[in-house]
């Protein structure tokens, strides 16, 4: 039998490829993708893989072409980006949702990259002054491995004490690398806990919002109203276990 040779697609990331260190693959700003087969279907429907949590990785895993990419190099926008052409690929541009009791239709094809501009390629760093404070602070877009290990520290924080959730201090004491030019751990864990206001923090996670690069989720349905389009396991099999 002839080799079949599966058709591919690049995607555009929107990091456009500048919070990757200048040497690593990612870099390009482009990811090569495969269209989905029924092997993919069979990652979406992994029991085990859903479980844990790690079935849209695991999809990814198998669809991106150059195997020296790794899930969790990718920052989330950029995972985003990947996971959304490879649905439209794999199922087609037409995706509905159900807002207000109501079915909508979404062409995912319209969904665009917000602007992202760096001014230092290969370095995955910024900075921001809180505005109650003047506290001057850096951070970072964090990547798939600080994903993990912030699901690994709440986990534990939970086996402590299971009525605690403290997953808005958590996801801040990674984004945040330095607070007034000390980059210490041990420094930063005590501003998130002890001396970043809400007011503050807020702002913060206001603009980390609006400026780090991703996919603007952000739809009009057919009445008009603003809705964010979720990315899970039904993005790309609504009907899963029909």
């Known amino acids: 039998m002839a080799e079949f040779k599966f058709p591919t697609e690049e995607v555009e990331l929107p990091s456009k490829g500048l919070l990757y260190s200048t040497d690593h693959v990612l870099s390009s700003g482009k990811v090569e993708v495969k269209y989905m087969t029924a092997k993919e279907e069979d990652i979406l429907s992994n029991q085990s893989y859903i479980t844990k949590g790690v079935v849209l990785d695991k999809l990814l895993e198998s669809v991106i072409i150059d195997k020296k990419i790794k899930i969790n190099d990718l920052v989330v926008g950029d995972k985003n980006a990947i996971l959304i052409a490879t649905r439209i690929l794999g199922y087609g541009k037409e995706y509905q949702i159900t807002y207000n009791g109501k079915k909508e239709n979404i062409d995912l094809t ?84 002890n001396q970043l206001l809400a007011r503050d923090s807020r702002a913060f996670r206001d603009h980390i919002k609006k400026t780090q690069p991703d996919v603007n989720l952000t739809v009009s349905t057919d009445s008009g109203e603003e809705v964010s389009v979720p990315i899970g396991l039904d993005f790309f099999w609504p009907d899963f276990g029909e």
């Open 110 to 193: 319209q969904l665009e990259n917000n602007p992202f501009e760096h001014a230092t390629p290969g370095v995955n760093e910024f900075s921001y002054t809180l505005p109650t404070t003047n506290t001057e602070i850096t951070y970072k877009i964090l990547n798939g491995s600080d994903e993990r290990k912030i699901e690994r520290e709440l986990e534990g924080l939970k086996k402590i004490n299971p009525n605690n959730s403290p997953t808005l201090t958590t996801r801040l004491k990674y984004i945040i690398t330095s607070v007034g030019g000390d980059n210490e751990s041990k420094t930063i864990r005590e501003f998130v806990d």
